[in-house]
């Protein structure tokens, strides 16, 4: 459990906190949200003992294990898997204490060591730090790299795999989505569900948060107020509390306009002194509440372009991937690019080592110009944009994605086969690695004009000023910008062109959850064509009309919504784990008999007894976990209630002994639905 109780933080001269008085159960799952600057990374920083708080105490049990993502990682020569092996700091010295002792011959020492090994689950720890970084994105090769061979963002994966890797009773994630692509996204947020400690998570992607969290904190205000629930049910519980504040408001207002009326012509008669000194006691004891002040939504818009034509680019039976020609950067290796998209650089990681292709292994029909070789990442490739389409790109980690829209730019042209542009198409394209182009030095004004040289400055500025660049701030440089203006002006530069297509590439990264808003409004009114790869579910949802997946080298629709992309890459890693146990355990092959008519028959009863015993038993889980969940619902509610805690000791521990209890048996309970669901399903 930790406390707050009239804390303050501080950072300089700025109050940022004051008066918080606040309990967190272990266990919970607390999601801190809130405008930028509102507190949210100090907080964190004072329950790391990086900042003191500025008054009041702040209680956390002792021995706390905590783990959280280090902002930077240094060019380290360690092994990737070693370095997120690193994130278990007593295992780490344990390993070297067996080491010593091993150089020295003292076997006592030796034995003791092993023992501590075996005790810290020490012998497979490198197997689950390779499923970390599996699920985080990185393929089985990446695993021996060096960390100086990764780039800053896949390096940012490889400190929340050490956070992960490190036994914890507290984890603090602070935007651990951001450089993510949406595999691992759903990868972390089934992870973290099963985490069964007490984490605290900033996040701007609100799908992530309803996903994962049980509680959430907003800091408002120098304020901190607690609700239950996810997102989705703080949104709705402050709206109502909003409304009702609003209409407490009005109502005591009306009251107090009626009682200083009274007074005012009253107060100087003798015969209704009485009455009016009554009024003005009563006067003086209204609350005062305060009317709900409107924050008013940021909001832009993509103009409208010039012209739509109805069929805007084609790709016919064509090959994508990297011609021989098209080298990688210089002092980069394959699958580490320092500038590049993260998608782009899985991608490459993923084709590392293939084999160079030549004029025989091209698709029949679409032959390599002679000499040529590269090396293919998607074939039979046949993909058209026509006016009004509303495109989401799906697809695995490193399957594509980022070559397809690469391809439908420009940037790579085609290994084999045809790309059509219509004449009139002007694209808009924002890539993983535009944020990062933009000219050091440079005001918002100074990019502007280099794309219209000859434009008045009045009405660049008028523009800017739609943007949130209004004032002086469209004279100062972008060095000062915190990484969501960056990518905020990054979209006005290509929204000043008037884009009939847009390719968005992950636009989400750095962007704030009221940003996030704007730009899924703003994307929702677009009258152009578009086509997006993001991590951001709500985005996809609110802006994409239909979705074509990336898988398997191959680009073909997608028949459903995210639920169900989501269930088929539950589905896709099951089967490769059967196969990777079925390759593991492969025997000879032996001959076996056909079945007889009556046999099949036998089995077939027997396969339809046991479905039907597994979906008895998936309704009893069902109808127990809802049981669970309204007795959490209401435990939480006491513990959350600070009347609680007024009263015995033993009554609280009982509280809190129920609840962990009550979550061990949903979590054990939710593990053995997924795995009878599979089987169903399979």
Not at 194 to 220: K, M, P, W
Not at 382 to 389: K, T
Not at 394 to 410: E, F
Not at 427 to 450: K, N, P
Request: net charge negative; aromatic share 6%.
């Amino acid at each position: 459990m930790i406390s707050f109780r009239h804390f303050a933080l501080r950072r300089g001269s700025r109050l940022l906190l004051s008066d918080i008085d606040l309990v967190i159960q272990s266990g919970w799952r607390l999601g801190v949200i809130g405008r930028n600057g509102c507190g949210k990374s100090s907080l964190f920083a004072a329950l790391q003992g990086k900042l003191e708080g500025d008054a009041g105490e702040l209680d956390m049990p002792a021995r706390l294990r905590l783990a959280s993502v280090e902002q930077e990682t240094p060019a380290l020569p360690d092994l990737a898997i070693d370095y997120v092996l690193g994130g278990d700091e007593e295992l780490a010295v344990v390993l070297r204490e067996e080491a010593d002792a091993q150089e020295r011959g003292d076997t006592e020492a030796m034995a003791r060591a092993h023992h501590r090994i075996e005790e810290l689950h020490g012998y497979d720890a490198r197997a689950r730090a390779g499923r970390l970084m599996h699920g985080l994105g990185f393929a089985p090769e990446t695993h021996e790299r060096t960390v100086r061979e990764f780039s800053g963002g896949w390096r940012g994966r490889l400190n929340l795999a050490r956070a992960l890797m490190c036994p914890s009773d507290l984890l603090l994630l602070d935007e651990p989505t951001n450089h993510l692509d949406l595999d691992a996204v759903l990868w972390l947020e089934e992870w973290l569900r099963r985490y069964q400690g007490t984490l605290l998570i900033i996040s701007h992607d609100r799908e992530f948060l309803d996903g994962v969290i049980t509680h959430t904190l907003h800091l408002n205000d120098g304020k901190a107020k607690l609700y239950t629930g996810n997102y989705s049910a703080f949104e709705r519980l402050r709206a109502e509390q909003l409304r009702q504040q609003q209409i407490s408001h009005e109502r005591e207002q009306a009251e107090r306009a009626h009682l200083q009326s009274f007074v005012d012509r009253f107060k100087a008669k003798a015969s209704k002194a009485k009455q009016a000194q009554s009024r003005m006691k009563r006067l003086e004891k209204l609350a005062g509440t305060e009317a709900v002040r409107a924050e008013r939504p940021f909001s832009f818009q993509f103009a409208v372009p010039g012209r739509l034509p109805d069929s805007m680019t084609q790709l016919e039976d064509m090959v994508a991937g990297y011609p021989a020609l098209h080298p990688f950067p210089p002092g980069e290796r394959a699958g580490v690019r320092e500038h590049a998209g993260q998608e782009a650089a899985s991608e490459r990681a993923s084709i590392e080592g293939w084999a160079s292709l030549g004029p025989s292994s091209a698709p029949s029909g679409h032959l390599l110009p002679a000499g040529e070789k590269g090396v293919v990442v998607l074939r039979d490739v046949r993909f058209s944009i026509e006016a009004g389409d509303r495109i989401g790109l799906l697809g695995p980690n490193g399957a594509g994605k980022s070559t397809l829209v690469k391809t439908l730019v420009g940037e790579l042209e085609p290994l084999a086969g045809v790309r059509k542009v219509h004449k009139d198409l002007k694209i808009g394209y924002f890539a993983q690695h535009t944020v990062e182009s933009l000219r050091a030095g440079a005001s918002a004004l100074d990019h502007l004009q280099d794309k219209a040289p000859g434009v008045a400055v009045q009405a660049m500025r008028d523009f800017l000023g739609t943007w949130n660049f209004a004032g002086d701030r469209a004279f100062e440089s972008v060095d000062g910008f915190s990484g969501g203006e960056r990518a905020r002006l990054a979209l006005a530069l290509i929204a000043w062109d008037k884009p009939n297509l847009l390719l968005l590439d992950e636009p989400t990264n750095h962007l704030d959850l009221d940003m996030r808003e704007a730009l899924a409004d703003a994307l929702a009114d677009y009258d152009g064509a578009l086509v997006l790869v993001s991590h951001d579910r709500h985005l996809l949802g609110m802006v994409c009309d239909s979705f074509w997946r990336v898988a398997d080298g191959m680009v073909e629709s997608f028949d459903g919504d995210l639920d169900d992309y989501a269930k088929w890459l539950r589905s896709r890693g099951a089967a490769s784990k059967k196969a990777a146990k079925a390759g593991a355990a492969a025997k000879p092959v032996v001959v076996v008999p056909l079945e007889s008519a009556e046999e099949r028959r036998r089995n077939a009863t027997v396969q339809r007894e046991q479905d039907k015993t597994s979906r008895q038993r998936v309704k009893r889980i069902e109808t127990r976990t809802a049981s669970i969940d309204s007795e959490l619902a209401a435990l939480e509610a006491q513990l959350a209630d600070p009347a609680t805690y007024h009263g015995s000791t033993s009554e609280m521990m009982r509280l809190g002994q129920r609840q962990a209890e009550l979550r061990r048996e949903k979590e054990a309970l939710e593990a053995e639905w997924l795995e009878l669901y599979e089987r169903l399903e399979a």
